[in-house]
């Protein structure tokens, strides 16, 4: 175990032996990862390197069930995770959410959903394809869902429908901000059961190959922050696919995005990783410790030590609710868990940001320079709660509703 002030959890936190493991295996490859971070975030390319280190360490099939060969991480072991890399490589975090969570969302989640017989027996036919493209043969999945539209939100339909054909569907539509664009070998979208009217409940998971005819992608990607996400536009014109493409049963994503909350916290951990940094980066850099720079101490100042005492208490604040958050997570939880989940995913954005911000106020001018990467966490942390469906705005709309309203009560 590496430093275990800048450990995800902390010292003293219960971890049984996998996720001991995890943690040591992901620490031991972070000091490559963070070397290639600053030429992605430069060039706005994908971190190939990195993911070809994940792959060799038998990472991309984290979340893919122990019955199908992967190491059969659950949420919270993901989540501590994916927190480990985000303190090394914000943009090899985030893909590997979405990466990470293709295989998770098929697996120990809809373990815990009610399927019938017939649904049970097809889901586990399908994911064992998926499954074995990952672990056999090194796949990379993505999770395309957002369209601009009320739909990635959890509000409307996805714009993005699937007609039934001979054999399988026709997929037509289009997929905005879709992270790993051009390096994932399988897109796994969201769409709509084409049917006179549109319905979320219709909504199907399917996985489109990255080469499949009719499928193109389009736009240019020179964003602010995550820029090693390459996250660009897709068109999808009358692309087939047969039926194992669907990674959940049809109407399986709506139960579990109404039952499993917490499958919308996954994205949140990258940005737990980035404020460690941000903390562990500001506390070398006053001590003089930074790697490459004269050793200057500047920790001294009373004011430096203020706001590092500032930035540790937001970064326990942040820390509690996410362990907390992680110890939630389950199917159906109460309700109290799940405002809890809201509250974390909006703080743990929120104080990313916050924190990244003070240790460029706290560490002066020189930091903000390229060279170091205390300018490049700040600009990946403003990127978190900007992410659908559970943006800062609509996590606080959520809890503000959900307070004050039962299920099915209106005014009226
Ligand atoms: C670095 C990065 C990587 C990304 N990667 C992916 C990816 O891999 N897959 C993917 O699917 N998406 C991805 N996204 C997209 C992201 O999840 C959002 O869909 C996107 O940021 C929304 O941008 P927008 O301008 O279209 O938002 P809009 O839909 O215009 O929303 C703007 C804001 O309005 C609020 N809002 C939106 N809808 C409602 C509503 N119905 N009611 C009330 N308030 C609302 C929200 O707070 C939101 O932030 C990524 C985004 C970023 C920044």
Not at 137 to 147: L, R
Not at 213 to 235: A, E, F, K, N
Not at 252 to 268: D, E, G, K, N
Not at 298 to 310: C, D, F, L, N, S
Request: net charge neutral; proline share 6%.
């Amino acid at each position: 175990m590496s430093d275990p002030r800048y450990s995800v959890v902390g010292s003293g936190y219960s971890l049984d032996s996998k996720q001991r493991e995890l943690i040591e295996l992901v620490e031991s490859l972070g000091p490559r990862l963070a070397e290639r971070a600053e030429r992605y975030d430069r060039e706005a390319s994908f971190p190939h390197e990195n993911y070809a280190d994940l792959r060799a360490a038998g990472l991309l099939g984290l979340c893919v069930p122990e019955k199908f060969g992967g190491r059969g991480a659950d949420l919270r072991t993901y989540s501590i995770v994916s927190a480990t890399l985000g303190k090394y490589c914000g943009a090899t975090a985030l893909t590997y959410n979405m990466h990470a969570c293709s295989m998770l969302w098929p697996g120990a989640l809809s373990d815990d959903l009610d399927m019938t017989p017939a649904q049970r027996a097809e889901h586990d036919r399908h994911r064992a394809i998926h499954y074995q493209r990952v672990i056999r043969d090194g796949a990379i999945y993505a999770q395309p869902f957002s369209e601009g539209s009320a739909a990635a939100a959890g509000r409307a339909p996805f714009g993005t429908t699937a007609t039934r054909v001979g054999g399988g569907w026709s997929i037509n539509g289009k997929k905005i901000f879709a992270s790993l664009s051009g390096a994932a070998h399988y897109y796994g979208l969201l769409c709509t059961e084409a049917k006179p009217e549109l319905s979320m409940r219709d909504t199907l998971y399917m996985a489109v190959p990255g080469n499949a005819p009719g499928l193109s992608i389009v736009g240019d990607w020179d964003p602010l922050g995550m820029r090693g996400t390459v996250s660009r536009t897709l068109l999808f014109k009358d692309v087939f696919v047969p039926d194992e493409a669907q990674m959940m049963p049809r109407g399986i994503y709506f139960q579990a995005a109404s039952r499993w909350p917490h499958m919308f916290t996954t994205l949140s951990p990258t940005y737990m990783g980035i404020a460690i940094a941000a903390y562990e980066f500001t506390v070398r850099y006053l001590r003089g410790e930074v790697e490459g720079m004269p050793p200057v101490k500047r920790r001294m100042y009373p004011t430096k030590q203020v706001a590092v005492a500032e930035m540790w208490v937001k970064l326990e604040q942040t820390r509690s609710l996410f362990l907390r958050m992680l110890e939630d997570a389950r199917v159906d939880p109460p309700k109290d868990a799940r405002l809890r989940a809201y509250a974390a995913q909006f703080t743990i954005m929120e104080n990313a940001n916050d924190i990244c911000g003070l240790a460029i106020r706290t560490c002066g001018g020189q930091s903000m320079l390229k060279s170091l990467p205390l300018e490049r966490l700040y600009r990946d942390s403003r990127c978190g709660s900007l992410m659908l469906p559970w943006t800062a705005e609509l996590c606080l709309d959520r809890i503000g509703r959900e307070a004050l309203y039962e299920p099915g009560e209106s005014d009226d």
